[in-house]
């Protein structure tokens, strides 16, 4: 009920969660992390790719969102996640500032 609350979801989908039957939506990772103390998302961190994977799943961004914020589109930010393209040079430092590299 505690986490429930906290994340803002039903009591029910803490059960889904817990037995497997659904995955927490991405917008309720971060209070996810906040409730367990410690972060249970698992990313390769050492590529750039990996980098921003974690950073979205952290802020609870979806790809679209996290386009958004950069001013590309979803499917680039896929793409970059799966280290299948680079970001292009006008969009490094948004990017950089935002992973804070």
Request: charged fraction near 30%; hydrophobic fraction near 35%.
């Given at each position: 009920?505690?986490?429930?609350?906290?994340?803002?979801?039903?009591?029910?989908?803490?059960?889904?969660?817990?037995?497997?039957?659904?995955?927490?939506?991405?917008?309720?990772?971060?209070?996810?992390?906040?409730?367990?103390?410690?972060?249970?998302?698992?990313?390769?961190t050492k590529?750039?790719?990996?980098?921003?994977?974690?950073?979205?799943?952290?802020?609870?961004?979806?790809?679209?969102?996290?386009?958004?914020?950069?001013?590309?589109?979803?499917?680039?930010i896929g793409?970059?996640?799966?280290?299948?393209?680079?970001?292009?040079?006008?969009?490094?430092?948004?990017?950089?500032?935002?992973?804070?590299?």
């Open positions: 009920e505690d986490a429930a609350k906290l994340i803002g979801v039903t009591d029910d989908s803490i059960r889904f969660w817990e037995i497997g039957h659904s995955i927490p939506r991405i917008e309720h990772i971060p209070k996810v992390i906040e409730f367990l103390g410690y972060n249970p998302y698992t990313c390769e590529t750039l790719g990996g980098r921003i994977k974690y950073y979205r799943l952290t802020h609870g961004l979806s790809h679209k969102k996290m386009g958004r914020l950069l001013e590309v589109d979803a499917s680039t793409a970059w996640e799966a280290d299948k393209s680079l970001p292009k040079k006008t969009v490094l430092p948004k990017l950089k500032e935002l992973l804070k590299i």
